[in-house]
């Protein structure tokens, strides 16, 4: 289980990897993943602002309450309101950065597939990732609601919902990553709910990195280029593993070819 944990974290990191040898390629990520982040962060700075407000909203009944019981009960539910709200928001900031970019992300979607030797023939359109988009953001709620009520579960609610958030958050990240591949290839809902199910350690060990690369100031914007190539990797190892016979893992993606006059080429 842990190592399968830790090669769905190898999994993103190959992924950063490739921001070595497909500069070009991931840098086309970059702008919508930095149009997404601005839109959420002139979301959050309001919650952080009114945060105070909102709490003593939610807890009318502390008002009569003695130091330092009343600011305890509301500092608590004011941090597990921030956890709800960064795991609403990694799904969010997902489900828009690759409906604004697309095009973009499709073609760094296609250049790994080409590195690892396939020619992806199948589209996932435009629509396509909108529906999946507004899916996560639902699904992204919920998680979002269900951590705001495991903290108000006393003593331990703030550590365990931090916990659980990211866990279910960091499968639902996967998930939506992994789209490209599973549905280019005409994989039903279904065989790929039990690929991911297969490598449910390996999955989430992917999202769950890939959450926490999000929370890292503006790391959000280099992290979304590399988890849709590592998500790529991801799935290939998905897909390898559930063919009998086959490796357990991808190999590396072969660089781009030099430009002519190159000393490489």
Same mark, same amino acid.
């Given at each position: 289980?842990?190592?399968? &944990?830790?090669?769905? +974290? =190898?999994?993103l990191? /190959?992924?950063?990897?490739?921001w070595?040898?497909?500069?070009?390629?991931?840098? #086309?990520?970059?702008i919508?993943a930095?149009i997404?982040?601005?839109?959420?962060l002139?979301?959050?700075?309001?919650?952080?602002?009114?945060?105070?407000?909102?709490?003593?909203?939610?807890?009318?009944?502390?008002?009569?309450?003695?130091?330092?019981w009343?600011?305890?009960?509301?500092?608590?539910?004011?941090?597990?309101?921030?956890?709800a709200?960064l795991a609403?928001?990694?799904?969010?900031?997902t489900?828009l950065?690759?409906?604004?970019?697309d095009?973009?992300?499709q073609?760094?979607?296609?250049g790994?597939?080409?590195?690892?030797?396939e020619?992806?023939?199948g589209?996932?359109? &435009?629509?396509?990732? +909108? =529906?999946?988009?507004? /899916?996560?953001v639902?699904?992204?709620?919920?998680v979002?609601?269900l951590?705001? #009520?495991?903290?108000?579960?006393p003593?331990?609610?703030?550590?365990?919902a931090?916990?659980?958030?990211?866990?279910?958050n960091?499968?639902?990240?996967?998930?939506?990553?992994?789209?490209?591949a599973?549905?280019?290839?005409?994989?039903?809902?279904?065989s790929?709910s039990g690929m991911?199910?297969?490598?449910?350690?390996?999955?989430?060990g992917?999202?769950?990195?890939t959450?926490?690369?999000?929370?890292?100031?503006?790391?959000?914007?280099?992290?979304?280029?590399?988890?849709v190539?590592g998500?790529?990797?991801l799935?290939?190892?998905?897909?390898?593993?559930?063919?009998p016979g086959?490796?357990q893992?991808?190999?590396?993606?072969?660089?781009?070819?030099?430009p002519?006059?190159h000393?490489r080429?």
């Open positions: 289980m842990i190592r399968e &944990f830790g090669t769905g +974290v =190898g999994a990191l /190959r992924g950063f990897r490739m070595k040898s497909h500069t070009g390629l991931l840098a #086309l990520g970059l919508p930095f997404a982040w601005a839109l959420l002139a979301a959050l700075i309001p919650l952080v602002i009114w945060l105070g407000p909102i709490t003593d909203w939610m807890t009318p009944f502390a008002d009569g309450w003695t130091a330092p009343q600011g305890v009960l509301r500092f608590g539910l004011g941090a597990v309101i921030v956890v709200a609403l928001s990694a799904a969010v900031f489900a950065t690759l409906t604004i970019g095009p973009f992300y073609r760094i979607w296609r790994i597939e080409r590195s690892l030797g020619e992806p023939t589209e996932t359109g &435009f629509w396509s990732t +909108v =529906g999946e988009g507004v /899916r996560l639902v699904l992204g709620i919920l979002a609601l951590t705001l #009520l495991i903290g108000f579960v003593v331990v609610g703030g550590i365990a931090s916990i659980i958030g990211i866990l279910l960091g499968r639902l990240l996967a998930r939506e990553l992994t789209g490209r599973f549905d280019a290839r005409g994989l039903t809902g279904y790929r991911l199910r297969a490598g449910r350690a390996r999955v989430i992917f999202g769950v990195a959450q926490l690369c999000f929370l890292v100031p503006f790391g959000a914007i280099v992290t979304m280029p590399a988890a190539a998500s790529t990797l799935a290939h190892d998905l897909l390898r593993r559930a063919t086959a490796p893992s991808v190999s590396e993606p072969a660089p781009p070819p030099p002519p006059g000393p080429a």
